[in-house]
């Protein structure tokens, strides 16, 4: 009756339309159910007497019948329309990726054909359960419901499909259980189920799918064992069993039969138990398998290893022993071989490499021995050669120097010796070279100059000799440059200097002589000098100053003369060392306390207010002291006299006198200028510049002229109520982290105290406040793109310290634009690490959390139905900060009803375009950048954990944005691309 009744109304408003045929009467009904804001439906009309040249429709070539709708990224929105499948010849229909909403009504698909072949309703914004009905489209070969928000159950009906082959349901809100019936579906080749919340075992039923080709069930929660009746799938190609919480063995009768599979993945579960030897043997199709990030134990299978189709093996992250089998290098496709962070040992197969197509070779955390296979790169492949943290032995095999393919090299933490092949030094592609902490000699080849993509140069802890080359100079893309404690001789080549992207220059404990080159000022990126035991001389580079990024500079144990530049006041040190070398004169005021006293020691000519430090003050003060000796006995009544008088009118103040006195146990980061009791003094409500869930917030002037920022933490009686970790408190987790960490990006924690109730920590002052304060209260018009770009940049590679420079690493948990702080020249700052999160071994890369941690509107969505998150979550979090600086907007608003600034973004992007989505305020010439940042930040906020890229690859990414531009200006060449997977993260990142 309902669709009479449009029919009805069709027939009443356009009378045109009888000319249209029963099947565009159809379709004009189903344009009626939908919303069109773009107008992709325009041509939907009663102009022609078939709907065969409308847009997205196809018709028979012979019949004129519709056979196909076919309408994804449509913006289309509204409930499903109903009337959309019912031409009787319709074999085809997608909708992905449009706005379509609602429950589905289980009578829906009731009077759609029975010829329907392909449903597509992926990408939309469907809810509530998955009809039953929908197995009654009988002729149904591919259900396609993925990307909804559907809940519930699988339908048990779906085991009555009779010709499916097809069934995807991943991302969606699944959190039943995995219909048993779906064993019943003979006809299956693809079973999607990937990303859903089941919390149930895997159903043995669905080892009866015997023409299954592809089961893919990662981040599904899943639970117990691995069925044994898996056996049954003899055609499966592809299994992945990833992210989920299965136990015990991989059994062996289940892999036994599986005589055609290609991929198997058992990624990050808690298996445990060892792997099948003969399991592996029927095996003839195998070409990649993955069970890394596990509990196996035992040693790698003979068998899995002899397989010749093999083309990639993955175990890293397990508890393997023994050796690896010679049978690896049987096979001549094998293309990629992951085994890090086991107990394996014993020597590599020596030919390794030499007959296959090898590109990543990660066996870095084992026990590995021997040499090094001179075949490795046999294929002329060989992309990523890790095999740090090992017992190698011998020297690097000269054919290496030939491996013009290679990208990424870390033999750190060997036993190499012998000189690096000139080869090896030069390779072109190469953009990581790390050889730290092993017995290689011989000197630094000129022939580096080729490796002109270098960015990271690490041959730290060596036993290298010779100077360092000019060719250095040439390395315009070098970033670091460590070779400390070797022993290269020579001056520092003055063409270092031309490093502009050099951020890291560590070359102490070496022999070096001769002074600083000039125009190291030209070094801008520069933030951490090391030249420490050197035989360096000259005076200290007055250029050093102007170095604004630099909070490292360590000159001590040289032969430096002169005296100590003023301009190094102008520096925001976190360590400064100048001890023991032959510097005179005053020291800056800055500089001139007890507190940097380390700093200058072994400098004898050094005057200032330092005792001990300045030889002619020392011996006149002593002399004065002997000459006024009696006077202390002159004084003595009378110091006692007025010390009686002040403790009576300050015993009425006794208790705030003992407080104070409590306070006084401080803990100190950094050289400081200052003492705890000015500090104190200045806590009054006048100095109040913030106040937010964990205390206030003071700006503190100090009498040195430096200002600082004090938080008070609240008192236990009025955090009873907030939410806070159960394991530490947010003072304590605070000092934790900020007190051992260092970067240019994160906030500077100078000290702290805590004494009873009271807890106050004392940062670096931040002038221009936090990146919230400034883009959504106060002056917006200060934010320019090229500062917001810069902002998000400074704050990505903060994160990018926590994530993968740390160790072990941190998880801040609360990343949001009021915890971006900004300096005076607008450079951000990471900061309030009081729910931040050290991740507690390799293996643990994803942990329990125990209460759910971070601010609404940047709370990543997998908080909905677990708590076991990983650094995945900061990254969702600085999705919305970045949506935040190209938008302008906050992550909450009553604009956006029930949505966030996430959803928001989406829904406009979808409704109005781009233009409706970025900031008005910001200049349109910078059009191209703003929207590659965008697509950045939406990839960051993508619902799916695993789609989000790795914070080295978020900066990556922002860099990439300005490279291009100035690539195609002709100022710099194109910026290359790393590519650095998940597993390459955990288990090669030190």
């Not at 993955?290 to 196996?296: F, G, I, R, V």
């Not at 604004?548 to 301009?567: C, H, M, Q, R, T």
């Not at 004065?624 to 300050?650: D, E, H, M, N, T």
């Not at 695993?946 to 910026?975: A, C, D, F, Q």
Request: aromatic fraction near 8%.
């Amino acid at each position: 009756m309902v669709h009479l009744f449009h029919l009805l109304l069709l027939f009443l408003s356009l009378s045109h339309v009888l000319s249209l045929n029963q099947d565009g009467l159809f379709l004009m009904e189903a344009k009626l159910q939908l919303s069109d804001p773009t107008n992709s439906l325009s041509n939907w009309n009663h102009r022609d007497p078939t709907p065969c040249n409308w847009t997205g429709v196809t018709c028979h070539r012979i019949t004129g019948v519709v056979t196909a709708v076919n309408l994804p990224n449509s913006q289309l929105a509204g409930p499903f329309p109903t009337a959309l499948c019912r031409p009787p010849f319709l074999s085809y229909l997608s909708l992905n990726n449009n706005n379509l909403n609602s429950t589905i009504p289980s009578a829906a698909f009731s009077a759609c054909t029975r010829r329907l072949r392909h449903l597509d309703l992926s990408g939309n914004l469907f809810t509530g359960t998955i009809p039953e009905t929908l197995s009654g489209l009988t002729s149904l070969r591919r259900l396609d419901l993925s990307q909804n928000n559907f809940s519930g159950d699988i339908p048990a009906s779906f085991g009555q499909f009779q010709r499916l082959e097809s069934l995807v349901l991943v991302n969606n809100l699944l959190n039943g259980t995995i219909a048993s019936s779906l064993g019943n579906i003979s006809t299956l080749k693809e079973l999607h189920l990937a990303y859903n919340i089941f919390y149930h075992a895997i159903p043995s039923e669905l080892g009866n799918l015997t023409n299954l080709e592809d089961l893919w069930l990662a981040g599904s929660h899943l639970v117990g064992s691995i069925p044994v009746s898996l056996r049954g799938l003899v055609r499966l190609r592809n299994l992945d069993l990833s992210q989920n919480m299965l136990t015990g063995t991989i059994p062996e009768q289940a892999l036994s039969g599986l005589s055609s599979i290609v991929q198997i993945e058992l990624y990050q579960n808690s298996l445990s138990g060892e792997l099948p030897g003969a399991g592996f043997s029927n095996l003839t199709r195998l070409e990649l398998f993955d069970a890394s990030a596990n509990e196996l134990t035992g040693t790698i299978p003979d068998q899995l290893c002899r397989l010749k189709t093999l083309v990639s093996l993955n175990l890293d992250l397990n508890f393997l022993e023994g050796s690896l089998p010679e049978n690896i290098t049987v096979s001549e496709s094998l293309y990629e071989l992951k085994l890090f962070n086991n107990s394996l040992s014993g020597p590599l197969p020596s030919a390794l490499g030499k007959n296959s197509r090898l590109v990543m070779l990660d066996i870095s955390f084992n026990q590995f021995s021997g040499e090094i296979p001179a075949g490795l790169c046999g294929g002329g492949r060989l992309e990523q050669l890790l095999l740090m943290y090992n017992s190698f032995s011998g020297e690097i095999p000269e054919s290496l120097g030939n491996c013009k393919s290679l990208l990424r090299v870390r033999l750190r933490n060997n036993n190499l010796s012998g000189v690096v092949p000139d080869g090896f030094w030069g390779l072109p592609r190469l953009y990581y070279l790390e050889l730290v902490e092993n017995s290689l000699s011989g000197p630094v080849s000129n022939a580096i100059s080729g490796a002109y993509n270098l960015s990271s140069l690490l041959i730290s802890r060596n036993k290298f000799s010779g100077s360092i080359p000019d060719a250095i100079g040439s390395l315009n893309c070098l970033e670091q440059f460590d070779a400390s404690h070797n022993s290269l001789t020579g001056r520092i080549p003055t063409s270092v200097v031309k490093l502009r992207q050099l951020d890291r220059l560590i070359l102490s404990d070496n022999k070096l002589s001769g002074e600083i080159p000039g125009g190291i000022g030209n070094m801008t990126m520069l933030n951490e000098l090391d030249l420490a035991n050197n035989g360096l001389d000259g005076n200290i580079p007055r250029e050093l100053g102007t170095l604004k990024v630099l909070n490292y500079l360590d000159l001590s144990g040289n032969a430096f003369s002169g005296e100590i530049p003023n301009e190094l006041a102008n520096l925001k040190l976190n360590l400064l060392n100048l001890s023991n070398n032959f510097l005179s004169g005053p020291i800056p005021h800055i500089y001139d306390n007890a507190n940097y006293r380390d700093s200058f020691v072994g400098n004898p000519d050094l005057c200032g207010e330092l005792r001990g430090l300045c030889r002619s003050s020392d011996e006149s003060k002593n002399s004065k002291y002997a000459r006024s000796f009696w006077l202390i006995f002159v004084f003595a009544g009378i110091v006692l006299i007025i010390g009686v008088v002040w403790f009576y009118f300050k015993f009425r103040n006794l208790k705030k006198m003992k407080t104070v006195l409590n306070m006084s146990k401080w803990m100190s980061f950094h050289k400081l200028g200052f003492s705890e009791f000015e500090i104190l003094k200045f806590l009054s409500e006048d100095n109040v510049i913030g106040s937010g869930s964990s205390g206030k917030v003071y700006k503190v002037g100090l009498s040195n002229g430096e200002v600082v920022a004090v938080k008070k933490l609240w008192g236990a009686d009025k955090m009873q109520n907030r939410s806070v970790d159960t394991e530490k408190d947010g003072f304590e987790i605070e000092v934790e982290t900020l007190g051992k960490i260092r970067h240019k990006n994160i906030v500077r924690l100078l000290c702290c105290c805590k004494s009873g109730d009271s807890k106050l920590l004392v940062y670096e002052y931040m002038p221009n406040g936090s990146l919230a304060d400034l883009l959504h209260y106060r002056k917006k018009s200060l934010l320019d793109w090229p500062t917001r770009y810069k902002i998000a940049i400074d704050a990505a590679e903060g994160l990018c310290y926590l994530h993968h420079d740390c160790v072990p690493p941190i998880v801040h948990r609360d990343v949001k634009s009021s915890n971006i702080l900004l300096d005076g020249e607008f450079g951000a700052k990471v900061a309030d690490f009081g729910v931040a999160k050290i991740v507690k071994g390799v293996s643990q890369g994803e942990e329990s959390m125990s209460v759910i941690a971070g601010s609404y509107g940047y709370i990543a969505p997998e908080y909905a139905y677990t708590v076991r998150v990983n650094e995945k979550s900061d990254i969702y979090s600085f999705g919305v900060v970045i949506l935040e600086l190209v938008t302008g907007r906050p992550p909450l608003d009553p604009e956006y009803g029930e949505n966030d600034l996430v959803k928001w973004v989406y829904l406009t992007l979808d409704e109005k375009g781009q233009d409706q989505v970025i900031d008005p305020t910001l200049d349109l010439k910078y059009g191209e950048e703003i929207n590659k940042v965008l697509s950045l930040g939406l990839l960051c906020t993508s619902p799916l954990p695993i789609n989000r890229p790795s914070m080295r690859r978020v900066v990556k990414m922002l860099h990439e944005v300005t490279s291009v531009r100035k690539s195609r200006s002709g100022n710099l060449s194109p910026y290359y691309q790393e590519e650095v997977s998940d597993n390459d993260n955990q288990g090669s990142i030190v």
